[in-house]
């Protein structure tokens, strides 16, 4: 048994906000300065997503304990206010 045994469910997060982020950089991003920030804003929002997934108890669409839908819609709102935050 691993000492730091890190739930599949994180880890799933954690490869959806990086995909995100990137998708994001491909399509406004200018600079590596804004990759970093867009994939560190899309954690941001899975992570609110899940967070509010959980608490609300929606099922709209799930792999396995990680909240896609709402995840996602997060994910992508605060990476478009970021990016037009920045002009």
Do not use: N
């Not at 609110?48 to 304990?65: F, P, R």
């Amino acid at each position: 048994m691993s000492l730091f045994a890190i739930p599949p469910a994180v880890i799933v997060i954690i490869i959806l906000g990086i995909f995100y982020g990137a998708l994001a950089h491909l399509w406004k991003g200018q600079s590596w300065r804004d990759l970093g920030a867009l994939i560190l804003f899309a954690l941001l929002g899975c992570t609110v997503g899940q967070i509010i997934g959980m608490i609300l108890g929606m099922d709209v669409l799930k792999l396995g304990q990680v909240h896609l839908a709402e995840g996602t819609i997060f994910a992508w709102l605060v990476m478009l206010a970021f990016l037009w935050l920045k002009g």
